[in-house]
């Protein structure tokens, strides 16, 4: 049987009316051996091999919500992006405790001057399955922390708004304003 590293010599003689196919095989001595007896079977080979991920956590969106008249009961949605690529937490933050009368939050008379809201937020995780957490905070409580346990993001998530209904004979007239802040802060 021929190997196919081996190179061939052919040539073509007449011989007395005959031709004749001489096929003449050249071997190398190198090339006689199997190619596996020249392997040292008992040599490894290491290779080392690193990489990194560079954490990131980033929080997109915000605006401004128009509840119209209030009388309470009322309800909002926001969306906003979040990209976090580690376990987050997510802070909300409300600055007057509710929506706020503009000059007299104390309100005045048997009218109150604050209406207080429920916040929900809802953000989809990987840990590696797909989860949601959820959380739902008072304003009332000025502050609130939404954990993602040992999760990431898996894209943005929701804030939902639901006004309470005022308290006392009512709210004062006039304007209201409340400033809702959520911050993230990445657990690496």
Do not use: W
Not at 51 to 72: A, K, N, S, Y
Not at 113 to 124: E, I, K, N, R, S
Not at 132 to 142: E, G, L, P, Y
């Amino acid at each position: 049987m021929q190997n196919s590293s081996r190179p061939l010599r052919a040539s073509v003689r007449r011989l007395s009316g005959a031709i004749a196919l001489i096929v003449t095989a050249i071997a190398s001595p190198a090339l006689t051996k199997p190619v596996a007896d020249n392997l040292d079977v008992g040599k490894t080979l290491n290779v080392a091999v690193t990489g990194r991920i560079v954490p990131r956590c980033e929080i997109q969106g915000g605006g401004d919500i128009d509840f119209g008249e209030l009388t309470g009961g009322e309800r909002a949605t926001a969306l906003f992006g979040l990209d976090c690529n580690v376990p987050f937490d997510l802070g909300v933050t409300s600055a007057r405790g509710g929506l706020a009368h503009a000059t007299k939050p104390q309100g005045e008379g048997p009218f109150s001057g604050v209406l207080p809201y429920d916040v929900t937020l809802t953000v989809p995780t990987l840990r590696p399955e797909p989860r949601t957490v959820r959380a739902i905070f008072s304003s009332v409580d000025h502050t609130g922390v939404l954990s993602s346990g040992d999760g990431i993001a898996a894209g943005g998530g929701k804030i939902e708004f639901r006004t309470r209904q005022p308290a006392g004979a009512g709210l004062l007239a006039g304007q209201y304003s409340e400033t809702l802040t959520v911050t993230v802060t990445p657990r690496v």
